[in-house]
């Protein structure tokens, strides 16, 4: 690891950022040296521009946006190059409505996945609205029974917070625990101390595909806010729930649930 990469080691750490966001930046901007074979202290912004310019053709929105975030924070708090950081911009995205399925796709979605730790690992996002990271964190005493909730110690920007823990909920999990007997973590993994992200997207894909929907774990938590939202579920609650800092990303959950567009008044 070159000098430049320890540094920005040590800075995101002392920041508090998240592994997987350390994971990430290093990652990019490791890449972002590799793409000219030199130092990043050797490249400047016509080099950023040219870089960009080729990922906008070669990778997706998200893993661009990540990149910009990465170069912006090496050259911010690394190289100490503040007016640099200002001149990388991040790309602007189109906006779009969450997919969202009914609740009777997901219980059909459920019942064709055959794997019971990757069946349950995809109730608990649907029934707690977990993003899928925080899921397959979970430790068994993350589990509080007695107030019925679920701890979340690793939410985006390494927030904690709690989430519902439903009665049935609780039952798919003691029903798991009995089977798995997991020591630490719930869903414990083969290779690591949980199970991984892809195993989970693969087996919510094959599922989808078996049922004819196009569903992602994501569309899971997406799927749990809009829901609660038309049994009536205060908008502010579900904003605590999802572990949102803001209201108006909750506040997308009103654009997508047509029943709360039929449940306003015809004032006419």
């Not at 920007?157 to 989430?163: F, I, L």
Request: positive net charge; proline residues 2%; contains cysteine.
């Amino acid at each position: 690891m070159s000098l430049v990469l320890t540094k920005m080691k040590e800075d995101l750490l002392l920041r508090n950022y998240s592994l997987c966001t350390q994971k990430a930046y290093l990652w990019h901007v490791r890449a972002y040296q590799n793409f000219y074979s030199k130092d990043v202290m050797e490249l400047g912004e016509a080099e950023i521009r040219k870089y960009l310019l080729h990922m906008q053709t070669n990778y997706s929105l998200s893993q661009m946006k990540q990149a910009v975030g990465a170069l912006r924070f090496v050259y911010k708090y690394t190289l100490n190059q503040e007016w640099l950081k200002d001149r990388i911009a991040y790309p602007r995205q189109e906006k779009t409505l969450p997919k969202v399925i009914t609740q009777e796709q997901v219980k059909l979605l459920f019942s064709v996945v055959k794997n019971l730790k990757s069946r349950t690992v995809l109730q608990t996002i649907y029934g707690a609205g977990l993003r899928l990271q925080e899921a397959i964190r979970l430790k068994v005493r993350d589990i509080d029974s007695t107030k019925m909730l679920l701890r979340i110690q690793h939410g985006k920007g390494n927030k904690e917070r709690n989430s519902m823990l439903s009665p049935n909920l609780l039952e798919i999990l003691r029903s798991y625990y009995r089977v798995y007997q997991p020591k630490e973590y719930l869903f414990a993994g083969t290779r690591q101390d949980y199970v991984s992200e892809t195993v989970i997207q693969r087996a919510c894909a094959e599922a989808g595909r078996k049922v004819g929907i196009e569903v992602s774990p994501h569309t899971l938590r997406h799927s749990f806010a809009t829901h609660l939202l038309e049994q009536g579920t205060d908008i502010r609650l579900i904003q605590e729930l999802l572990g949102h800092s803001a209201l108006r990303t909750t506040l997308i959950y009103t654009h997508v649930s047509t029943s709360v567009f039929r449940a306003v008044k015809d004032l006419l």
